[in-house]
């Protein structure tokens, strides 16, 4: 393996950051729109999440089949570790957040729209499991914002600080 990740890994990474971007983008400006947008753009948050969902499957195969490239100089084994965590913490958090934001719809008896095809209830209507399960979806996607951010800050100290290849390895080019 050389000290980049693999193109379909680079393309993915930057995908989900904008599936995520227009994710949080429609969550914000839902409460900002014309009530008769309003339906649209909460379903266009609902399947911008789900795009989040399966490209992090996708994205946990392509770690599986190509690894994670090397860091030169290599860093501490603190910060290595500390990497991985919290690699596995977005992992966890992208994952989690579209299954909750599912469950919050069945359990409110909600209807949605997926890709054009409308979803079936498939569980019984529970306001009191929706309302604990919105607020769990809610903390979790409060929470992506700190997460993101210190991904973020982390590879831009990696690059101009560090002045290791840490976000070189995930540039899009050669």
């Known amino acids: ?3 980049r990740y693999a193109k379909s890994q680079i393309v993915l990474h930057w995908l989900t950051l904008l599936m995520v971007i227009l994710t949080y983008a429609a969550m914000l400006l839902k409460d ?3 009530d008769d947008l309003a339906s649209l753009v909460k379903n266009l948050h609902f399947n911008f999440g789900l795009a989040v969902f399966l490209l992090m499957f996708i994205r946990l195969g392509l770690r599986r089949r190509h690894g994670t ?3 030169t100089p290599p860093l501490e084994e603190w910060q290595e570790w ?5 690699h596995w913490l977005l992992y966890l958090l992208f ?3 579209p299954v909750l934001g599912v469950l919050t719809l069945a359990y409110g008896g909600k209807e949605w729209v997926l890709l054009g095809w409308q979803v079936p209830q498939f569980v019984t209507p529970d306001p009191l499991l929706r309302r604990l399960i919105k607020s769990t979806h809610e ?3 409060n929470t992506g914002y700190f997460i993101i951010g210190a991904h973020t800050l ?3 100290y990696h690059h101009y600080l560090r002045k290791d290849d840490t976000l070189r390895r995930m540039m ?3």
């Not at 500390?82 to 919290?86: E, R």
């Open 32 to 34: 900002s729109v014309p």
């Open 69 to 71: 490239p090397a860091t």
């Open 139 to 141: 903390t979790l996607a």
């Open 1 to 3: 393996m050389g000290n």
């Open 172 to 174: 899009p080019g050669k």
């Open 82 to 86: 500390g990497a991985k965590i919290f």
């Open 154 to 156: 982390a590879a831009l």
């Open 95 to 97: 994952l989690a957040l």
